[in-house]
């Protein structure tokens, strides 16, 4: 087992992370975060090389502590014209109330890290402390790649098979995502059984079974919660959803309303929005694509482009019923807070609740 502080202390942070969250976590949340002693994050998946390039750089200019970009390792698609068309047909309906039609066909809209040489040699030149791997791992070589120019690499692990992987390659720790978390589930393949671990068995699970530190993801809204999780022998405990009414995330004021609404306490897991499994805020649009009993959304992430296409239509009428607002089972606790007082509440909690950590901080 790995020592309980080897990443906290190699990073020099408090044992707070904010998740990387493509589309929500800006460089003025990630560089809150780290100024306030967390780690803050860039989820740069859904970004071309040049405009993630000049979030790191932006995220650099406001703070020289370390932060984490995180990438998307998924397999490329595998397109199928039958299957995007059928989707598009039970689709029509809700974008016919949106004012438009159906797309004649759907793109293939993130490009995976996987093959991304570009995405690849710019974090070597813009060299952020941390990068992380979401979906699954690049080759081997660019793992040692990124090691060598001392950047420190975390990767998401839904199982124990996946993080035994994720070992094997040379990864300097896990990231535990238990079935709880908002956004994407993190698995390496959609298409196989998922036992759907919550976060505290999969921890323990981890931290028995493999060396790596181990962070701990998925339901953790509070101090108390990251205590919980470090008493399992977790390193650290990664937030996401605990963030997203920040005022320096990017969520929109419909994303923002639905988290301090009742809504927040009604979440789903579905493919129906993007292809892969993925936990948001029950709504129209996860109602209606899920009805569909019979039929299978196209492969990720081609089925994100029917929905991003469908929410665009539709916010131009100003409703936001067919939004990806992208939330964990514990939403309801999330708090509206500049970032860098969340942080500061999240330590000050974590250490009211554990006698040994006021005692040696």
């Given amino acids: ?44 998946g859904a970004s071309s090389v040049a405009q993630a390039r000049k979030m790191i750089e932006r995220t650099q200019a406001l703070t020289t502590r370390p932060f984490n970009v995180n990438v998307f390792c998924h397999a490329p ?43 690849f040699e710019m974090l070597l030149e813009t060299r952020p402390a941390v990068v992380s791997f979401h979906f699954g791992l690049p080759c081997e070589a660019r793992i040692r790649a990124l090691r060598e120019a001392g950047i420190y690499t975390l990767a998401t692990a839904t199982s124990l098979h996946e993080a035994r992987w994720i070992q094997a390659r040379g990864i300097d720790a896990i990231v535990a995502q238990g079935h709880e978390a908002g956004g994407h589930r993190g698995c390496f393949d959609p298409e196989a059984n998922d ?35 470090l008493a399992l022998g977790a390193s650290a405990a990664q937030l996401g959803t605990a963030f997203i009414l920040c005022p320096e995330s990017a969520a929109n004021e419909g994303y923002r309303a ?55 239509a539709a916010a131009r009428l100003g409703h936001h019923e067919f939004a990806a607002h992208w939330a964990g089972q514990g939403a309801p606790l999330a708090r509206e807070l500049p970032a860098g007082e969340l942080v500061k509440r999240l330590i000050q909690e974590w250490r009211d609740g554990n006698p040994h950590s006021r005692s040696t901080s």
């Fill in 1 to 44: 087992m790995a020592s309980p502080n080897s990443l906290t202390t190699r990073l020099g942070i408090q044992p707070i992370i904010q998740a990387p969250m493509a589309g929500v976590a800006t460089p003025e949340l990630a560089a809150a975060v780290s100024n306030a002693g967390g780690l803050g994050s860039l989820g740069i």
């Fill in 77 to 119: 698609a595998r397109r199928d014209a039958a299957r995007e068309s059928s989707w598009l047909e039970h689709l029509a309906p809700l974008f016919q109330e949106s004012g438009s039609e159906p797309p004649a066909e759907l793109d293939e809209i993130y490009r995976s890290f996987v093959e991304d040489d570009e995405a």
């Fill in 195 to 229: 036992e759907r671990l919550n976060t505290s068995v999969l921890v323990r699970l981890l931290v028995k079974e493999t060396t790596l530190p181990i962070v701990a993801a998925g339901g953790i809204m509070d101090g108390h919660g990251v205590q919980s999780t």
């Fill in 258 to 312: 639905n988290l301090k609404s009742e809504r927040a306490g009604e979440t789903r897991m579905t493919t129906a929005l993007s292809g892969r499994p993925a936990r948001g805020i029950l709504n129209r649009l996860i109602r209606h694509a899920d009805s569909a009993t019979s039929l299978t959304p196209p492969a990720y992430p081609v089925a994100y482009d029917a929905a991003k296409r469908l929410n665009a």
